[in-house]
């Protein structure tokens, strides 16, 4: 009865959520078929709410016969409160040539939380190795759900020399056949260097919204990859049917941004100097018809520009989604060629909205995600609180420490209300920090979305992703806007 209550409820609120959707479905909700995708889709998220898995472990960088110990914690829906449908947890530690080492079980309680360890065994090889952790019922939203993490596993430590961190070169590691079939070194530490398969030179475009249209300028992101996968900052230039139109330069690790409006019958390309050589890519196929989405954010408000060149005779809708539940909806004729919506970022949730253009009664046409924060790590909203910990009224900061000495720590609401019942885990490591950057804490996980980590960012320096507040303004998400961007399919096409 409560699941059937819940789902009335969020009926009425998508009916009353804007005037065009109530109106549209005050008569008849069958009667538009845009309505009734928006209603599917909240009833879907209020009968499966999206499960998420964040795992606090008790060090950033190991070594070969450690003991990793980590707390997960399992929570559900839109207001990420402990999930009541699984009760195991599934994690999984990797090697670096991508075979499961080993699956554990865990059960996991009725706050959402449980706890295990790892033991690097020393006849392991060093190495980069990932974490994966899951439920069953995640797996149903696909890999992209699974939470992932990888940390660098140091050799073992020799005569209690914790400076030293060797790292074994992977590429050595490879099984090399000869001619006939014949394996000619196996996995040894002095192995002669294997070369890397991979390109010295690799671009990866990515269109604002996911298409390239005839006549409608699109912001279009891309990223550089030089030697061995690592980013470039060289120049790229670009190209329409041979001739060169403009020379851009990735801003941050490889990635940027360029503008371009296609023209009909015009070939697209780009070119990177490689050593005496030039490397040649296609930019994505330009479509004769189709749908431009643009986000551009204010301080009090998200904008969103649609833009398309379809038929007058065809209805469009446009939704912003936040895992799953509807948080703002219009419908639109397409004789408008070009729409605007501003939407007040109080009424958006916190982390990783998606911008959907709908097509009379299809899938989405356009899809654009985009970050909203409101940093109510420092304001102090009704779902997060900064914590304050203090050493006898002192700072931690700078406070002398004596090996193996005990430390009386005081943990308080920086606003002075009581902490309330809940779950806390607390790593502490050396101060010598091992320097893998992995700052990723659990109120980044819960709002930034499944989606956000890819291969490059979970090892480089994912605490640049977003701003801090004593190196950027909190209102410039340029960096963490990119990696927006390119959550589309890669669209690549080497010449």
């Given amino acids: 009865m409560k699941r059937i209550t819940t789902i009335l409820t969020t009926l009425l609120t998508i009916m009353c959520t804007t005037p065009t959707a109530a109106q549209g479905m005050s008569d008849s909700i ?32 190991y070594y070969l016969g450690e003991t990793m110990w980590f707390k997960a914690y399992v929570f559900s829906g839109e207001k990420n409160e402990p999930t009541n449908t699984s009760r195991v947890l599934y994690v999984e530690l990797v090697a670096p040539e991508g075979y499961v ?66 790292m074994l070169d ?8 000869d001619d006939k079939g014949k394996s000619a070194i196996g996995l040894e530490r002095d192995a002669k ?20 249209v005839e006549g409608i300028e699109s912001n279009i992101a891309f990223e550089l990859f030089g030697k061995d996968g690592i980013n470039s900052n060289k120049e790229i230039t670009i190209l329409a049917n041979g001739e060169a139109i403009m020379r851009v330069k990735p801003d941050f690790m490889g990635m940027g941004t360029f503008g371009l409006t296609p023209k009909k019958g015009v070939e697209y390309t780009a070119e990177v100097a490689n050593g005496k050589s030039v490397a040649c890519f296609k930019l994505p196929k330009t479509e004769d018809e189709g749908v431009v989405v643009e986000v551009e954010d204010f301080p009090q408000a998200v904008g969103i520009t649609i ?9 469009l809708g446009c939704a912003v989604l936040y895992r799953g539940a509807v948080k703002f909806y219009e419908r639109f004729h397409a004789t408008d060629s070009t729409m605007f919506f501003f939407i007040d970022k109080s009424t958006l949730p916190e982390g990783v909205n998606r911008a959907v253009v ?16 409101r940093d109510s790590l420092l304001l102090g909203d009704n779902e997060t609180a900064k914590l304050k910990v203090t050493t006898q009224g ?22 002075g209300k009581p902490i309330e019942n809940g779950s806390f885990s607390l790593s502490v490591t050396d101060a010598l920090y091992l320097g893998t950057e992995q700052h990723v ?46 959550q589309a399919q890669p669209s690549r096409s080497k010449t």
């Fill in 30 to 61: 069958a009667r538009n078929p845009l309505d009734n995708l928006v209603i599917r889709a909240a009833v879907k998220e209020s009968m499966f709410p999206e499960e998420r898995v964040y795992l606090h472990f008790d060090n950033t960088a």
């Fill in 101 to 166: 080492i080993q699956t554990k079980k865990y059960k996991i309680e009725n706050d959402g939380t449980c706890h295990g360890e790892y033991e690097l065994n020393p006849l392991l090889l060093s190495g980069y190795y990932e974490i994966r952790a899951y439920t069953r019922y995640m797996l149903n939203r696909g890999k992209d759900a699974v939470f992932s993490r990888v940390f660098p596993v140091f050799d073992k430590v020799i005569a209690d020399n914790w400076d030293f961190m060797n």
């Fill in 170 to 177: 992977r590429r050595r590691s490879f099984v090399v056949y």
């Fill in 193 to 212: 260097k294997v070369e890397s398969s991979l390109p010295a030179v690799d671009l990866k475009f990515y269109p604002e919204g996911g298409h390239l």
């Fill in 307 to 315: 833009s398309h060149n379809i038929g007058g005779g065809n209805e």
């Fill in 358 to 373: 709908f097509l009379n009664d299809s899938i989405p046409f356009a899809e654009r995600m985009f970050f909203v924060t």
């Fill in 394 to 415: 002192k700072s931690l900061d700078g406070t002398p420490l004596k090996p193996n000495a005990r430390i009386p720590l005081t943990i308080e609401r920086e606003d």
């Fill in 441 to 486: 804490h659990i109120h980044a996980a819960r709002f930034r979305g499944k989606r956000l980590h890819t291969r490059c960012r979970t090892i480089f320096r994912p605490g640049e992703y977003k701003p801090h507040k004593r190196t950027r303004p909190y209102n410039d998400d340029t960096r963490l806007d990119l990696i927006r961007l390119e």
